[in-house]
């Protein structure tokens, strides 16, 4: 990504309309690029009603349209929603939900309360600490120009003064960058053991071929695709046939059109990676598996 894309961090107060609120949990962010999902891996930051921050596996491209999914802690099914890329920085990134139920809404603040969430106060509150041990400094420096008193100039006891405004600072310093440091190593960590997880699940093939009136019947969450403007105005139609496999989870792992033109197969897989379905078990258990599915687009 060319340097100029990179979005540069907000410096001044806080901006935001609802709190935010720390949460290191798995993170998945589908982006499409060429009409193929690319899915990656990441651990997430912070959330709130508006938006997730994370460090990911992978660069985005601010602007972009992506699919996110995390799994709050304590919460038994994961927060599946769109959103945009509003900030990039080398891995780590700001995504702003876009169309976010009343019912995720409520799933975010609840788990907040019931986990008793830290409020992350971001940028916005380093820039006011960075704000008083400036002060600091200001009244150590004032102090030891000399006031009125024993105190005062030649005696000694404002650079006495000044000198401990310095070290205060140097020390809040070291430790602001020793924590920083410790949590961003953490986080590789996290993300190192998800990178894993995911090669591991990605090398999973299909256990068996399920038929699709077999696996329509599984169907617990459909999300009808968006028919593109210009295929209206072109007056595209017809059925887009996908093959697909579908996790132990229940959800869409990976899929590939077979017909139509891109500009409805494209459609048509955006649609289909938020549909989940009850897990088709083998021999009792949950199975990965692959099947046929059809959309329909028609004016």
Known sequence: MAAGAQTRGWSGPSRRRVPRFQMQAPLDVTVLRSGVPDTMPGRSVNVCERGIAGVLAGELVPGEAVGVEVRLPMVADPLRARALVRYQDKLRCGLEFVGLSAEQRAAIRDWAKVAKAETDVGVAAAGVKENSLEKEKKNADAVGAGGGGPGGAGSGKPKKRRGAGWIVVLVLAAIAVAVFWWKWNRSWEELESGLKSQETASAEKPQAQVPAE??????????????????????????????????????????????????????????????????????????????????????
């Open 214 to 299: 077999v696996m329509e019947k599984l169907l617990v969450h459909r999300v009808e695709p968006t028919y593109p403007a210009e295929a209206r105005q072109a007056n595209l139609q017809g059925i887009i046939a996908l093959d697909i496999v579908v996790g132990r989870d229940g959800s869409v792992v990976s899929m590939r059109a077979l017909n139509g033109p891109e500009v409805l197969a494209q459609a048509a897989m955006d649609a289909l990676r938020w549909w989940k379905f009850e897990p088709y078990r083998v021999n009792g258990e949950p199975a990965v598996v692959e099947t046929t599915v059809a959309v329909e687009f028609k004016q």
